[in-house]
């Protein structure tokens, strides 16, 4: 019988990668807690609808990407492709928008089906803000803020570049789409099969065609700033300001957009070069039509999502967790078992040796990366003490059983 292997585009995390996750998802929690946040967690799966209705049917995460299923009582259920649905939703149904303004953090794994490739896979990780009631350019900026402190934070904002760009109003938008199918109509013939789709269902989602011969041609399309009307003018020159009294540096990418109607105003990408194609981290915008078109109240809202799995792979610095004390004991295992339990009630990160004569257990401490050992010795313990060997230096004392815990604190 062949070997068990993991689901195509899934991946184990084994402690040193998860150790980065994690610190990236714990940065990520702590800096949106300076700015207000408070966590969330919603369902990894939701009813069907919560997406498809948000999504839209034509978007290519509906119709390609998404883990759907039936499930025992009929129901169309959906693994999460993404967490803003179902925190809309969540705000919906919770009833909470007699709390507004909200602010919301969440992170943890979305599915979806697609060709696994480096930082992309088909189960991986989000960390993500929603900030909800506020229709204001500043909180545009502050959200955008938010994300790039996180980077700063972890240190990889060097490698990272912010894109910038305003969808404008509705009025604006609609002139712009106008704009662009026209263009986009002369050059039917050399457009691929996806964006002559596009062109007739959600034509600002060509702008987003990976195809060589798509870009060429949208690299002369016409560009959403040129329709903005006076208040999208506006509003976008109040968002730069925020940005630049907040220090956050960024750069106008007149392409970037956001192919689904409820999307406005401001739409942003923090992206970089050090990933290959994947080069988007953390990308958001603007969306004050989508609980409405939920079915709730009428709500603005911004907010933007990162993949903590190509955060993780920007790191630089090796990440490591606290380094151990060991305990050695001597030929009453039970005690020495019962010692290392007492250190660890006091706060201490312990690794016990099961087994093995005293050369192999020290080995196994050193192998483990061990900061000092405590070693149970028949003369020491007659005495009502340890012998504790610092593993960096090599030096040994004799320390009594009653202070240990004082002494061990010096190691940490």
């Known amino acids: 019988m062949a070997a068990l292997q993991p689901v195509r585009g899934t991946h184990d995390l084994l402690p040193d990668e998860?150790?980065?996750?994690?610190?990236?998802?714990?940065?990520?929690?702590?800096?949106?807690?300076r700015y207000g946040y408070g966590e969330i967690s919603t369902p990894i799966f939701e009813f069907t609808e919560v997406f498809s209705r948000t999504l839209g049917d034509t978007s290519d995460v509906v119709t390609k990407e998404m883990y759907t299923f039936t499930d025992r009582g009929g129901?169309?259920?959906?693994?999460?492709?993404?967490?803003?649905a179902g925190v809309a939703r969540a705000f919906i149904s919770g009833g909470l928008s007699q709390h507004l303004p909200l602010k919301l953090f969440y992170r943890g794994p979305m599915f979806r089906y697609e060709r696994p490739q480096k930082g992309r896979l088909r189960q991986f990780h989000q960390v993500g803000i929603e900030f909800l009631g506020v229709d204001n350019p500043l909180a545009d900026a502050e959200v955008i803020a938010t994300g790039a402190r996180i980077i700063e934070e972890l240190g990889v904002r060097g490698t990272i570049t912010c894109e910038l760009n305003t969808l404008g109003d509705g009025e604006s938008r609609d002139a712009y789409r106008a704009a662009l199918v026209d263009y986009l109509s002369g050059h039917v013939g050399a457009l691929s099969k996806d964006s002559v789709e596009r062109l007739q269902r959600n034509p600002l989602r060509v702008l987003d065609s990976k195809d060589e011969g798509d870009k060429r041609i949208v690299a002369d399309a016409p560009v959403m700033t040129d329709y903005l009307n006076e208040r999208s003018r506006s509003y976008f020159q109040q968002v730069i300001d925020g940005l630049t009294a907040l220090g956050v540096p960024y750069r106008l990418n007149p392409r970037l957009v956001r192919g689904l109607d409820y999307y406005c105003h401001t739409a942003f990408e923090f992206t970089t070069d050090a990933l290959g194609a994947q080069g988007t981290v953390l990308a958001g915008g603007r969306y004050d039509g989508l609980i409405g078109q939920m079915g709730g109240p009428a709500t603005p809202g911004i907010g933007w999502a990162a993949g903590v799995?190509?955060?993780?792979?920007?790191?630089?610095?090796?990440?490591?967790?606290?380094?151990?004390?060991?305990?050695?004991?001597?030929?009453?295992?039970?005690?020495?078992?019962?010692?290392?339990?007492?250190?660890?009630?006091?706060?201490?990160?312990?690794?016990?040796?099961?087994?093995?004569?005293?050369?192999?257990?020290?080995?196994?401490?050193?192998?483990?990366?061990?900061?000092?050992?405590?070693?149970?010795?028949?003369?020491?313990?007659?005495?009502?003490?340890?012998?504790?060997?610092?593993?960096?230096?090599?030096?040994?004392?004799?320390?009594?059983?009653?202070?240990?815990?004082?002494?061990?604190?010096?190691?940490?």
């Open 75 to 84: 129901e169309g259920i959906t693994l999460r492709p993404e967490g803003t």
């Open 309 to 412: 799995e190509r955060l993780a792979m920007l790191l630089e610095r090796p990440l490591t967790g606290p380094r151990p004390i060991a305990v050695i004991p001597g030929p009453d295992s039970v005690q020495g078992l019962a010692l290392a339990e007492r250190l660890r009630r006091a706060g201490l990160v312990v690794e016990f040796a099961f087994s093995g004569n005293m050369g192999k257990r020290m080995k196994r401490a050193n192998k483990v990366g061990a900061r000092v050992a405590v070693i149970m010795g028949e003369e020491e313990m007659a005495r009502g003490a340890v012998a504790v060997r610092d593993l960096d230096s090599g030096a040994q004392e004799e320390v009594p059983l009653a202070s240990l815990e004082g002494r061990l604190a010096g190691f940490r």
């Open 18 to 33: 998860a150790r980065r996750h994690r610190h990236v998802e714990e940065v990520a929690r702590a800096i949106a807690e």
